[in-house]
């Protein structure tokens, strides 16, 4: 008997190597992982992956071949990406009897149909909504649940090293860095786990996730005190944490990154939930030995510490997904 077919969007990102690689070890499935620059369709082989396809959100041209007999979709999507992965999910709803399960990746507060939070609410800034990021996060969702896909979610907190990698030149030349996170606490969580637990859902299939919605985060809650504490003795080094207010870290990376920091910094991510143990079986990983410890695709934290980036400082990486509507 053949093997179903899971196609890995975003495969050449952190969470998406790590799934290859885990999902290879385990042999359940054939793996086609989507690849966007040609340089990296070898490079996913050598992860594991059994095919290799063309794939751009942007181009519905490029959706037949990747989606050809494919049962298991596993769907991450850049934000920026945003329109073009609502067009995807209409390409999905059209194969609903070929896909039999899809894997979403999302963000804790994307919880319009789980909890129903309310979009016009902020969590602590009266008068105010939840940031757009988040509402972005639930239309990704959204756009899946409206085609009466078999879906799971994985609602994850803030990446370990999405952090840091912003400040990563300062780190390694000067022994600094800088947000307005400050005292604050997060339970920021490794990407290695958010694969582990996309690996078991799509494993043990449609049959036991379908229509769940899990929230992943780290096993404890860190001021920006200790994770320049955890990340210096992982590198050997002493390294200084500077504040930074709201004001100049807006200027940096513009208004829609730092409303969704704003939520960082008043709790609302500093819970730890029981879903990434209840799936795995174990605890979430640590800060330090995120970075200091070999993921599925063989890399550390700190090695995945110095790739590259979305944000940059001057540039509005939001900008294009802030002016997308969502479509009644």
Not at 137 to 147: P, S, T, V
């Amino acid at each position: 008997m053949s093997k179903p077919t899971v196609l890995i969007t975003s495969a050449s990102g952190r969470i998406g190597r790590e799934l290859i690689a885990r999902l290879a070890a385990d042999g359940k499935f054939t793996i086609r992982a989507c690849y966007f620059s040609d340089d990296k369709a070898a490079f996913l082989k050598e992860l594991g992956a059994d095919e290799t396809v063309k794939f751009d959100l942007k181009s519905p041209d490029s959706w037949g071949n990747a989606l050809d007999g494919v049962s298991a979709v596993y769907s991450a999507s850049l934000d920026p990406l945003l329109e073009g992965h609502l067009a995807f999910c209409k390409e999905l709803g059209k194969r609903k009897d070929q896909i039999k399960h899809v894997v979403r990746v999302s963000c804790m507060g994307a919880d319009t149909n789980t909890a129903s939070y309310d979009p016009n609410m902020h969590s602590s800034r009266a008068g105010a909504g939840i940031p757009l990021m988040l509402q972005h996060y639930w239309w990704g969702e959204k756009a899946l649940i409206d085609e009466g896909l078999p879906i799971t979610v994985l609602r994850n907190n803030f990446f370990m090293n999405h952090l840091l990698k912003t400040d990563s030149d300062n780190i390694l030349n000067e022994g600094w860095f800088s947000n307005p996170l400050g005292d604050a606490k997060n339970s920021f969580v490794a990407t290695r786990d958010i694969a582990e637990a996309a690996a078991v859902v799509l494993t043990e299939g449609a049959e036991r996730h379908a229509n769940k919605f899990y929230d992943i985060t780290g096993p404890a809650p860190q001021s920006m005190g200790e994770i320049a504490a955890d990340l210096g003795r992982a590198m050997g080094k002493e390294l200084e944490y500077r504040p930074q207010s709201m004001v100049d870290f807006e200027n940096d990376f513009g208004s829609t990154r730092a409303e969704f920091f704003e939520y960082l910094t008043n709790g609302f991510y500093c819970r730890c939930s029981p879903d990434f143990y209840n799936i795995t079986g174990h605890k979430p990983t640590a800060y330090y030995d995120y970075l200091t410890t070999k993921g599925a695709s063989g890399e550390t934290g700190l090695e995945e510490l110095w790739q590259g980036n979305l944000w940059k400082k001057g540039e509005d990486a939001m900008k294009g997904a802030a002016e997308v509507k969502l479509e009644d």
